[in-house]
């Protein structure tokens, strides 16, 4: 695991005031689930179940699946190991720049693994290398927010039945473009979603995420996964957040709303490239400068914090992410970055 993950603020002194540099939303309201895990604090005393049952088969029926289709695991980063694990010795590409713990499980576990910049189009018949077993890909992507269109993901699945897809959907909550269903992936035998209740229901020290995909290769995942590795209280959380969704509402078109705000007004500084994206966060590129230089100011002298993204395969020193929150904050960000620039 690399150093320099999002949301790194436990490196710093300081208090963060607005925090730019974890997907993670944080405007959920977690008050009922908070009471209801207080309610359940005495179920420490026990064990869990030796595989997350209960859990798996109420999601199953959430997502018009199979119980054996649906895989919990301790956060969606349980699941991109134990892939690897399975597969251990693959080929394996990866569409990069992408999360970096794809490639790390991948090495972990003996892949070959190569670096993809660009996917297979119609020009090529949508085909990919021969020596290519398994394909890894974050949709929607981090850091760019960028989205694989539906149809030619579709087209890459169906033109390489013998390449085993692994599509990390941990941001599909927010984003409005279309993506495989969880029905619609179990209807491929070489097709693994990663889902994450992290990102969405913003619980990142729960470590809850599943995957999904069809009957038999789920079951060679399970061969691999530790007993009682989803604890208790996840388990809770999980089962009370599927009986309330009505709790956190997420209003996505007004997320995506505020993301273009925030593009538009940092491009208006004409001191950076900043990525279109399809989700709340977004890439930028510096015309000059570094961006752990920017971070560091941002942090020492507003309580800002952002994340640097040059430890991104085949990004480098100029590159950082950031994810849209409100609009307050949003504007605060601009007007330290404006600030810097004049310093």
Known sequence: MIKGHGDDAYQYGGPITANFSSNVYGRVDLTGLKQHLCSSIDLIGSYPEPEPYTLEARLARRLQLQPDEVCVTNGATEAIYLTAQTFRGTGSAILQPTFSEYADACRMHGHRVTSLYLLPSQQNRYRLPADVGMLWLCNPNNPTGQVVPKEELTQLVEQNPDVCFVVDQSYECFTQAPLFTAAEAAAYPNVLLLHSLTKRYAVPGLRLGYATGCGPLLRRLRTHRMPWSVN????????????????????????????????????????????????????????????????????????????????????????????????????????????????
Not at 302 to 310: C, M, P, Q, V
Not at 323 to 331: F, N, S
Request: aromatic share 8%; with cysteine; hydrophobic share 45%.
């Open 232 to 343: 208790q209280l996840a388990i809770q959380a999980g089962l009370y957040l599927l009986d309330h969704p009505q709790e956190a509402p997420l209003d996505v078109a007004a997320c995506l709303a505020e993301a273009r705000r925030l593009r538009r007004q940092l491009q208006e500084l004409r001191v950076m490239d900043v990525w279109e994206t399809e989700t709340n966060f977004m890439l930028v590129c510096l015309h000059c400068g570094k961006a752990s230089a920017l971070k560091d100011y941002l942090v020492r002298r507003h309580g800002i914090l952002i994340r640097d993204a040059s430890n991104f395969e085949g990004l480098d020193e100029r590159f950082f992410r950031i994810a849209a929150q409100t609009a307050e904050e949003d504007d605060r960000l601009v007007r330290a970055i404006a600030q810097w620039l004049k310093e």
